[in-house]
């Protein structure tokens, strides 16, 4: 299973093995919200879920921290989230931190669940301890690039919790070290090309002017022999 290191502000470091990796879909606050995610995805031939929110299981071997993304087309993307990373038993070994889920586009009209077992979670190398932040999550904003054009802008309010997904772990008895979720997204910017050859995504705390940032290349793979 793949080792995650994280470097704290007090420049602690951090590192879990992944156990579970779990990503969270159509976790909007806003109804309104969902239903413009679901409208982004019949776009590309996405069926609506059958249950809101939804939660896929994923292979512990894609969460990665990486500076480039195989992939097998071109019609792949990532999307802005935040993770929760939990490294110990205490409320304090609790980490969040900025990922991005990148997505085989043309797999997901077959099955989002398969498609997010086709490419990684990438995830940052910083991250905050959840407990420092928590008194103002809300506030914290969520952005993403694709190339040089900004996809995504918001903050964390428009997303369901932390505390709403921990007590989800607690009740699948899926709370242990090593165990990493991924938020779900927020809206994407109308009529932009979400396919690019790169991917920038950023968590910010306006009120210290603190940043968690992770950013890649998308390369592809050669064409297949056969």
Not at 202 to 211: K, R, V
Request: aromatic residues 6%; glycine residues 8%; contains cysteine.
């Amino acid at each position: 299973m793949p080792e995650l290191r994280f470097t704290l502000p007090d420049g602690q470091e951090r590192r879990t093995e992944v156990r579970t990796l779990l990503n969270a879909g159509y976790a909007g606050r806003s109804q309104e919200d969902v239903a413009a995610h679901v409208a982004e995805l019949a776009e590309l031939g996405v069926p609506a879920p059958s249950v809101i929110p939804a939660l896929y299981p994923v292979a512990p071997y894609l969460a990665s921290q990486t500076e480039e993304v195989p992939v097998q087309h071109e019609k792949t993307s990532g999307e802005a989230e935040w993770a929760i990373v939990i490294t110990g038993p205490a409320p304090e070994d609790v980490l969040l931190t900025a990922a991005c889920d990148h997505t085989d586009r043309a797999l997901e009209a077959h099955g989002v669940a398969w498609s997010k077992n086709a490419g990684p979670d990438v995830l940052a190398a910083k991250a905050w301890r959840l407990v420092d932040v928590q008194d103002r999550l809300d506030e914290l904003t969520l952005s993403a690039w694709a190339g040089e054009t900004l996809i995504q802008q918001g903050k964390l309010a428009e997303l369901l919790p932390p505390s709403y997904w921990l007590d989800v772990l607690r009740e699948r008895d899926l709370y242990a070290s090593g165990t990493v979720l991924i938020s779900g997204t927020i809206p994407m910017v109308h009529g932009v090309d979400q396919f690019a050859d790169s991917w920038r995504v950023e968590l910010g705390d306006p009120a210290t002017g603190e940043t968690i940032e992770l950013a890649y290349s998308v390369r592809r793979l050669p064409e297949p022999i056969g």
